[in-house]
């Protein structure tokens, strides 16, 4: 497809478990990003991808949180001995160049994350 | 003190009224500014957005961008039924974005 896709589109794991969520970015775009978007909430940038460079990973909130990418394709976002908490919808965009906001972001539809 | 702080709403317009949406912040250092529109269960999508200050139109769409006083403004005119979701303002200095919490818009044929 020509947009971001993310996987699974729903996950409904139990308290303490890790969860693995996927993100495929539109071919071509070297930036991607997760972010976590709670109910009523803004969206909470997590974490950036610009090409081989090392990721920002300042906004992730705690060391439960991780993310990888390889190379310019696939990432995943792992969430070890999830909580409560992080019951939200988990975001990806990508972008062409990652130059800041002059560079289009483009969103996946999400991952709808619920810790029972 | 949240960087960016947006009301939540909801809002409720007739069709064919002119909207405003406002957010304000407290970074001085930012420099883009954004609106996204987000449907319910979708991705945020780019509106339109602006650079400094001063303002940006595109077709029924204005952002306006005052950084003196840290406010900048969505107006939408003659609002359709199809305009109804979540708007998102956000803004950014660098590589990170910093997103409002989204004003619900319905407009009410």
């Known amino acids: 497809g020509a947009g971001v896709s993310q996987s699974p589109s729903n996950k409904v794991t139990e308290k303490g478990k890790d969860v693995e969520l996927r993100c495929d970015p539109i071919?071509?775009?070297?930036?991607l990003y997760w972010y976590r978007q709670r109910l009523g909430q803004g969206l909470e940038f997590l974490i950036y991808?610009?090409?081989?460079?090392?990721?920002?990973k300042s906004g992730l909130p705690s060391d439960r949180f991780s993310a990888e990418r390889t190379g310019e394709s696939v990432s995943t976002l792992t969430i070890q001995r999830t909580q409560q908490e992080d019951s939200a919808v988990y975001l990806c965009?990508?972008?062409?160049?990652?130059?800041?906001?002059?560079?289009?972001?483009?969103f996946g539809p999400g991952t709808r994350l619920t810790v029972l | 003190q949240k960087e960016v702080e947006q009301d939540p709403g909801p809002l409720s317009v007739p069709e064919g009224a002119i909207v405003s949406l406002n957010c304000t912040y407290s970074?001085?250092?930012?420099?883009?500014f954004m609106w996204y529109r987000q449907y319910s269960r979708k991705g945020p999508e780019l509106l339109m957005y602006?650079?400094?200050?001063g303002n940006k139109e595109d077709g029924r769409f204005t952002a306006q961008v005052d950084k003196s006083s840290k406010y900048i403004s969505l107006f939408i005119r003659d609002s359709q039924p199809s305009d109804s979701a979540t708007y998102l303002c956000a803004m950014s200095a660098g590589s990170q974005f910093y997103f409002g919490t989204g004003t619900s818009l319905t407009v009410i044929p």
């Open positions: 991808f610009q090409g081989n460079s090392a990721p920002d």
């Open positions: 965009a990508s972008s062409l160049a990652g130059l800041a906001a002059a560079d289009t972001q483009y």
């Open positions: 071919s071509g775009h070297t930036a």
């Open positions: 970074n001085s250092a930012f420099q883009y």
């Open positions: 602006t650079y400094s200050s």
